[in-house]
């Protein structure tokens, strides 16, 4: 077991890198295997999620090299019966899609993935049933089969990020035309799309609430970068906007993250962007409060909502957080008390977040991965010493996060215990 130390408290001020998306390049390496050649992805980030995809990619029979950039190459042999550590990760369900489509049958887990409230997978089996697709689950494996899937016309009941990217790398090798209605828009998404179309796919209406997907027969291989870490970016920002930080966020986008900039500046952090870079710091002594949202994209992100409670617990005045993602995704609010926060559950989806509080060192445990970074945020702003438990959850979906956090003057180590 793992945890971190962290003695907070102290001016962070420097540049950071970030690195590719952890959602995309998980689902970008199963889009991989709709592919009849080699597929070459640059900027993957080198994460313990990344590494159970590969080692699962790996068992079904492809060949994966990873050093700088990872190659996948098709299988000779194929096993599609996906091992249990596909239980480990919410991502192995994406594996689910392109091997039902490409080999006609697989057997898998069903995924796992960090806990924050109810998780189910019914537009997956849903959607892939309209495609064609025999599915039974059975003593917590999903059988899937399909002679041939089919194009269909699939209205999602809510904009769910991995059910369209499974229904969409289906699709595109099934028979005929799918419609994706109320699909999702999260630039992962969007980014996956792409990708497959690079691979020769048919994909229109990327970006909007309806995918228009041509099957077909067959997909090249190509050569991909992964984009920059959309949460990650996110992460450091709510970092460089506590009071006397300063930090130059390098390697990023600005586009998609609006939402959040809005946010931020409205509870009074400057924010500079240019080109590539964000520059965020804490100038002000005391932020406002806010009342915030998550909602699918382009709305204020259910991940973010996660890692920005720490700040608005500083903030001065009454905030309010509300999740219409994830509507249970609080465990860590109570964690969060432990250190010194206020808080109040309002509606089951809502959080009251009395401000103006220093927070200080306290021991919590890690529930999920943005829970656990929230901790770690709040552990760097808080006076004295924190200990975090149970941090493989952050381990999980943050590259060299400790080595990143160092640079730019923290005290913060990781131990085993
Ligand atoms: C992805 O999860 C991300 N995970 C999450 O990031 C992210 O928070 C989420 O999208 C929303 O942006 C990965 O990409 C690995 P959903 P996903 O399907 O695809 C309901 C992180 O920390 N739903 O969009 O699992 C569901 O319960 C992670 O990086 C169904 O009801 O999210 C939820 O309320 C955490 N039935 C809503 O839809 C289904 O079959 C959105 O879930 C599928 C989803």
Do not use: W
Not at 192 to 197: R, S, V
Not at 379 to 392: M, N, Q, R, S, Y
Request: hydrophobic share 40%; with cysteine.
């Amino acid at each position: 077991m793992r945890k971190i130390i962290i003695n907070g408290n102290k001016k962070l001020n420097g540049i950071v890198n970030i690195s590719g998306s952890k959602n995309e390049s998980l689902a970008v390496m199963c889009g991989a295997l709709l592919s009849d050649d080699k597929v070459i992805l640059r900027n993957v980030p080198n994460i313990k999620d990344v590494s159970i995809m590969k080692d699962l990619i790996d068992e079904i029979g492809y060949k994966v090299k990873s050093s700088d950039k990872i190659i996948i190459n098709p299988p000779s042999n194929k096993k599609l019966e996906i091992n249990e550590q596909a239980s480990e990760i919410r991502n192995s369900i994406l594996l689910l899609g392109p091997l039902t489509a490409k080999y006609g049958r697989v057997i898998i887990p069903l995924p796992g993935g960090c806990s924050i409230g109810n998780r189910p997978i019914n537009f997956h089996i849903e959607g892939l049933k309209k495609l064609g697709a025999k599915i039974k689950i059975i003593n917590g494996l999903i059988h899937s089969e399909a002679e041939k899937l089919v194009g269909a016309k699939i209205r999602l009941d809510f904009p769910s990020v991995g059910a369209t990217c499974n229904l969409m790398m289906a699709a595109s090798l099934a028979k005929g035309e799918t419609k994706i209605f109320n699909s999702a828009k999260e630039p992962e998404v969007q980014n996956l799309a792409k990708f497959l179309n690079q691979m020769g796919a048919e994909i229109k209406g990327i970006g909007t609430d309806t995918l228009i997907i041509q099957g077909k027969k067959e997909l090249s291989g190509t050569e991909y970068s992964i984009k920059p870490d959309r949460i990650e970016t996110i992460t450091y920002m709510i970092l460089g906007s506590f009071p006397m930080n300063k930090i130059n966020i390098r390697n990023t986008v600005k586009e998609d993250l609006s939402e959040v900039i809005e946010t931020l500046k409205r509870m009074g952090v400057f924010i500079n962007c240019k080109n590539n870079e964000i520059m965020v710091e804490g100038r002000t002594n005391q932020l406002k409060s806010t009342a915030i949202i998550a909602k699918p994209h382009p709305g204020f992100p259910t991940d973010a909502l996660t890692l920005i409670t720490p700040l608005l617990s500083y903030a001065k005045g009454i905030s309010k957080i509300t999740d219409k993602v994830f509507p249970e995704r609080f465990s860590y609010i109570k964690e969060l008390n432990k250190m010194g926060a206020n808080t109040q559950q309002l509606e089951y989806n809502s959080v009251k977040i009395m401000g103006s509080h220093q927070l200080f060192g306290a021991k919590v445990s890690c529930h999920d991965l943005r829970g656990g970074m929230a901790l770690v945020l709040a552990g760097l702003f808080a006076k004295g010493e924190t200990i975090i438990e149970d941090v493989h959850y952050i381990n999980r979906g943050y590259e060299n996060y400790i080595e990143k956090l160092q640079s730019l003057g923290a005290d913060i180590k990781q131990e085993t215990y």
